[in-house]
């Protein structure tokens, strides 16, 4: 009997591996993007440029832009926990505004093949003397987000752009976008001309 009872147990135990078996179909798990963390907003007065200031966040630098030194009115609002910068240009005008605006126009239409949409917003600033346009442009693949432009249509003209230095996929970026058009809002409105 004992020899009957291992037998038993044997065919237990075999059965038992058999029936637990169970054919499951592979589920693939969702594509998923990490967790941003942001900062706190707080700003810091940038007051050293010839021709203009304005207010940046704490959690960027300010470079002088690599690609044109001999530009000393030319800055970059770097965010590097973001791999994100802001270009800044500065012209001042003379008689020449149609040519900026032209220029600031055709700069953003090289994003146009890859956007899927624009919207823009007017900027209209009486009390600083600050006039001009945001593009937001919309769209897979688009390496600059946001463009904008700002002058006071006499003496001075400023451009701007964001950009990142990764390649992006913009629904996974979308909150940092829309992290940093908070700070080019604040910038905008803080902007004073000299």
């Known amino acids: 009997m004992n020899r009957l009872l291992k037998i038993a147990l044997s065919l237990f135990c075999i059965a038992a591996v058999f029936v637990s078996c169970d054919k499951k179909q592979y589920q693939p798990k969702p594509k998923s993007y990490f967790r941003i963390d942001f900062p706190e907003k707080e700003y810091v007065k940038l007051d050293s440029m ?19 030194p001999q530009e000393r009115d030319w800055v970059n609002v770097e965010f590097p ?12 005008v003379d008689n020449n505004l149609e040519e900026y605006l032209e220029d600031s126009y055709y700069m953003m239409t090289k994003h146009l093949s890859r956007a899927i949409g624009i919207k823009d917003s007017l900027i209209n ?12 442009l919309e769209g897979e693949g688009v390496a600059s987000p946001l463009q904008f432009y700002l002058t006071d249509s ?4 400023m451009r ?34 000299k």
């Open 50 to 68: 010839r021709y203009y200031s304005f207010e940046y966040p704490v959690y960027s630098t300010i470079t002088p832009d690599y690609f044109s």
């Open 81 to 92: 926990s973001h791999k994100a910068t802001i270009h800044l240009s500065y012209k001042t």
């Open 125 to 136: 600033n009486k009390e600083n003397n600050v006039y001009g346009l945001i593009y937001f």
């Open 154 to 157: 006499t003496s001075h003209f």
């Open 160 to 193: 701007g752009s964001l950009y990142f230095n990764v390649k992006t996929n913009n629904d996974s970026v979308a909150p940092v976008i829309n992290f940093i058009t908070d700070d080019i809002r604040h910038l905008i409105e803080t902007l004073e001309w």
